[in-house]
């Protein structure tokens, strides 16, 4: 038959596995989560990193589309101004002519 102190025994044996399991756990959870805040530190930096090299390289862009759109609106205007000028051009040769028709 199990006496009281042997019953006294078995719970103190469980009290401390349970409490050695208890501390071994909250060490475990503890460096997880240290790890844990460590790779999501790294992860940020690197992510800050290219966030800013993205955010260059727009910029650049930016400047690049805004030079094409220029140099695209000169060349729209340039042959429009041609075209005017050789249009003034016709209408004084097609007068010049018209002059010579009525001296002759």
Do not use: C, W
Request: hydrophobic share 45%; charged share 20%; proline share 1%.
């Amino acid at each position: 038959m199990v006496t009281f102190n042997e019953i006294v025994k078995l719970a103190e044996g469980l009290i401390v596995i349970i409490g050695i399991a208890g501390i071994i756990f909250a060490l475990f959870k503890n460096a997880t989560t240290k790890a844990t805040i460590a790779s999501q530190k790294e992860l940020i930096d690197t992510l800050t990193v290219q966030v800013n090299q993205l955010r260059t390289l727009h910029i650049d862009n930016e400047k690049a589309i805004s030079e094409l759109r220029g140099q695209v609106s000169v060349y729209k205007e340039l042959p429009l101004s041609e075209l005017s000028n050789s249009m003034r051009q016709l209408a004084t040769a097609q007068s010049e002519i018209l002059k010579l028709i009525k001296k002759k």
